[in-house]
């Protein structure tokens, strides 16, 4: 898969990209991630890339051109007025008015063998970028960020993480349950007893059968309790 991110931040990208389980998925050649500066696409030599807005008011809007000519320069073809009919392109934007992720999303933007990520600042983008550069308008909840880098970034460790190879089957285990709509069941590890606090008999019973029960009770328990939502949601699927 390749991921291209555009940004007029292109150093807030690189230390969380070039860590850990991302790091890992792009030395194996699972997943090719290549960062953009906005700014290098603004036709102008003071790398301005927006306006104050048509009708006035207050704040400054991203002006369409440098996000045409960056998008158009990463993928080797025109969005406008030459677009391929049906080409789908994935080019996903980040702003709270678009649809809050949960795990299913994620796992739907696997298919696509390219993403182009455009992370900017909410407040003005052109209308015509979003009408006719971007394919999907993502959010990561209800509340408000300064911008998009954050939110392409968690964007980014969410579907890294379930590309096939990236994580180890252990590891992925647990990632199932999550789509269960189950939260994790407890965990416990040496000593026995610390400060007087035991290990639950059954763990330590060696009855893997009599675990596995537990484990699944537990996880429903600690689900009820904390996020009784995804308890709703597992009953309207089955
Ligand atoms: Cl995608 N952008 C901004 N600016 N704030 C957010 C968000 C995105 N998702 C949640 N809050």
């Not at 807030?12 to 991630?33: D, T, Y």
């Amino acid at each position: 898969m390749i991921i291209d991110i555009i940004t007029i931040f292109p150093n807030m990208f690189k230390p969380v990209l070039g860590e850990s389980i991302i790091k890992r998925a792009q030395n194996k050649g699972l997943v090719k991630i290549n960062i953009y500066d906005l700014r290098d696409y603004s036709g102008n030599i003071h790398k301005k890339i927006d306006s104050p807005a048509f009708g006035g008011g207050p704040g400054m809007v991203l002006r369409p051109e440098p996000v045409f000519k960056a998008i158009e320069s990463i993928l080797g073809e025109s969005l406008y007025p030459h677009k391929k009919k049906n080409s789908k392109k994935n080019i996903v934007f980040f702003t709270p008015q678009g649809k809050i992720l949960v795990q299913k999303d994620i796992k739907r933007f696997l298919k696509y063998q390219r993403l182009v990520l455009l992370a900017a600042r909410y407040e003005g983008i052109d209308e015509r970028i979003r009408k006719y550069a971007i394919d999907e308008e993502v959010s990561i909840g209800d509340y408000v960020l300064s911008g998009g880098e954050l939110p392409a970034m968690v964007f980014v460790d969410a579907l890294v993480r379930i590309i096939p190879g990236v994580v180890s089957s252990r590891e992925s285990v647990l990632r199932e349950s999550f789509e269960n709509n189950l939260l994790d069941y407890p965990h416990y590890t040496k000593p026995r007893e610390f400060r007087g606090l035991k290990v639950p008999d059954v763990l330590l019973s060696g009855d893997h059968k009599k675990i596995k029960e537990w484990r699944k009770i537990r996880a429903y328990e600690i689900t009820k309790l904390k996020r009784p939502d995804l308890i709703e949601k597992k009953r309207k699927q089955t």
